[in-house]
Nanobody, 114 residues
Framework: QVQLVESGGGLVQAGGSLRLSCAAS????????MGWYRQAPGKQRELVAT???????NYADSVKGRFIISRDNAKNTVYLQMNSLKLEDTAVYYC????????WGQGTQVTVSS
């Protein structure tokens, strides 16, 4: 079983920055993809960014140039640096780890205010 624990969410003004962290523990296959998804009220969960164990990244168009995903393989931790935050970035952000199974964190709220 794999556990994902997120931290770093909160309230920030538009234009500000936040950094999310997600630490994974348990039986994790070395070949995995970690990432962040988000779900705004009344909307479906959507991809934000993913990163492979080798550092290959993928971003949603809406966050390209503003968000940076990174990971520390030794710590099984993934980060999401969010810059130039917009009102529409408000959502619950979920950490994901996919090896043979897809695991999810409990979610952390990010609220961007005007």
């Amino acid at each position: 079983q794999v556990q994902l624990v997120e931290s770093g969410g909160g309230l920030v003004q538009a234009g500000g920055s936040l950094r999310l962290s997600c630490a994974a523990s348990g039986s994790i296959f070395s070949f995995n993809v970690m990432g962040w998804y988000r779900q705004a009220p009344g909307k479906q969960r959507e991809l934000v960014a993913t990163i492979t164990v080798h550092g290959s990244t993928n971003y949603a168009d809406s966050v390209k140039g503003r968000f940076i995903i990174s990971r520390d393989n030794a710590k099984n931790t993934v980060y999401l640096q969010m810059n130039s935050l917009k009102l529409e970035d408000t959502a619950v952000y979920y950490c994901s780890l996919r090896d043979l199974t897809n695991y999810w964190g409990q979610g952390t709220q990010v609220t961007v205010s005007s």
